[in-house]
């Protein structure tokens, strides 16, 4: 009877053909995780065939491009004004530096953008009475071909090249009978392209007109543009030192040789550079600025500086270079109102006059993103040692204002993201600069113009990749030190 129940028991655990019930969820398992298998490499398939896909419309598209650009006439082949600029490096846009573009795509090689209102070598501008307006718009437009859809950016720049003869002299006329256009398009993001880096395109067209010059002298004010980085090092450095880690506010109001000082000692100035940062990891954002906190924390990036607590626009040395301690001004203290930047001094043998026009181009915000008012004071200076050897600060005259021995510059809600950089010219007159002598810059808060409450001040990146904030100066003198 107990085997006969047995072997009910395995005939119930059995199925008509004789497989086991466990056999069948086994195979069933199996046949699941094949379908899977198959499913997936079929995904992928399709992802690869579309990226595929996309990458050909692209490449279709950027030499479509290309050749319509390549029909505008010589004189015509400009940009209508200067293309935006980007904090994201996955935006070809963030490669503009000023009135220059970066055509390598790690961000080096400037070269001078061509658009409406830029200078000419004969004399002139581009797009006044006497010479073509640009036919290229420079505001990126949308496309779609089929499910593909992205953005195409152009950009013209000035192309320099050298023709030189057997003596070694150039007889090119100057630098503008060559341009170089960039055409790049940025794919969006899709679920079955995923995220893609930007395709781009350049070619290099050559003025039909061009002719071999002379022995011409460089015209008056057509040397290239000086450009000067902002950077986290102090002075007291030849050149630019990778920032590591947050810190406390650098005090920049004495000299060089007094090297990084933080809180009441005056310390080096910051520096200036010739070159970019360079294009490295862009996370995390450092914090120069630890002393001076905010509501939120994980908003402190770059510089803070406080409202000073005189109106308008305190002096330029305030107690004087490496004068008075802060420790005897009142609080707050003033290395948390001024911030200075100094660039290397000019080796002998060097004699540079700068023409009186430039730009200060900064990355800003306000802090915690509040919405406010916002007001700056600047300073274009020139350090030097007068006879008893004492450095001394000479601010730039601003010529848009009257025997003011600096800039302002005002917005009605001052920048609450990192989304567009301020562009603020300056017109100016400055001695030439001497051997020995340095150029430099100051930024402080103005108290009047600034309506946030504490803490209350501005916030300022620069030294890192997209948020490269920058002095660019022009000048007449062809041959530069640095």
């Keep these: 009877m107990r085997d006969a129940r047995r072997s009910k028991k395995w005939r119930g655990l059995r199925g008509e053909d004789g497989m086991s019930m466990i056999e069948v969820l086994v195979a069933t398992m ?64 963030w490669r503009r530096v000023g009135t220059s573009f970066a055509v390598n795509q790690n961000g080096t090689q400037l070269e001078p953008l061509v658009y409406d209102g830029s200078g000419l070598y004969e004399g002139g501008t581009v797009c006044d009475t006497d010479h073509a307006c640009g036919a290229i718009n420079p505001t990126p437009t949308s496309f779609t071909s089929g499910d593909v859809h992205g953005t195409i950016y152009r950009f013209v720049t000035w192309e320099g090249q050298t023709c030189p003869d057997s003596t070694g002299v150039d007889r090119c006329p100057g630098d503008q009978d060559l341009k170089r256009v960039i055409v790049a398009i940025r794919l969006d993001t899709t679920a079955s392209g995923g995220a893609r880096h930007y395709q781009e395109l350049q070619s290099k067209i050559v003025d039909p007109a061009a002719t071999v010059r002379r022995d011409e002298p460089l015209p008056p004010g057509q040397a290239p543009s000086w450009t000067f980085w902002l950077t986290d090092t102090p002075c007291n450095y030849g050149d630019r030192q990778d920032v590591v880690s947050d810190h406390a506010v650098h005090n920049t109001r004495g000299v060089c040789s007094n090297q990084l000082q933080n809180a009441n000692t005056p310390g080096a100035p910051d520096l200036m550079v010739t070159h970019a940062p360079p294009l490295i990891s862009e996370t995390p954002l450092f914090n120069y600025a630890t002393d001076v906190t905010s509501r939120d924390p994980s908003l402190d990036k770059g510089l803070r500086l406080l409202k000073p607590s005189p109106h308008g626009c305190p002096g330029l040395d305030i107690a004087g270079v490496g004068g008075a301690s802060d420790a005897l001004s009142p609080s707050p203290k003033p290395y948390l109102w001024i911030h200075k930047w100094l660039a290397p001094p000019i080796p002998t043998g060097f004699n540079v006059q700068l023409n009186g026009s430039g730009a200060l181009d900064l990355w800003t915000q306000s802090i915690d993103a509040a919405a406010y008012s916002g007001k700056i004071c600047i300073w274009l200076f020139q350090r030097h040692n007068n006879a008893l050897g004492v450095p001394i600060d000479t601010p730039a005259v601003n010529l848009d204002l009257s025997n003011a021995l600096y800039f302002q510059h005002s917005e009605s809600t001052w920048p609450t993201t990192l989304e567009e950089e301020l562009h603020i010219p300056l017109n100016f007159t400055l001695n030439a600069l001497t051997p020995g002598s340095q150029l430099g810059l100051a930024i402080a808060v103005e108290k009047a113009g600034t309506s946030c409450t504490a803490p209350c001040g501005l916030q300022f990146l620069y030294d890192e990749p997209s948020f490269d904030s920058r002095l660019e100066l022009k000048t007449s003198t062809t041959l530069l030190p640095f």
């Design 30 to 93: 199996v046949l699941a995780l094949g379908s899977l298998a198959v499913l997936n490499l079929v995904g992928t398939s399709a992802r690869n065939t579309y990226r595929s896909e996309a990458g050909q419309v692209v490449s279709n598209r950027l030499q479509a491009e290309m050749e319509k650009i390549k029909q505008i006439p010589y004189d015509q082949l400009a940009l209508t004004g200067l293309p935006a600029d980007s904090p994201s490096t996955a935006n070809p846009s």
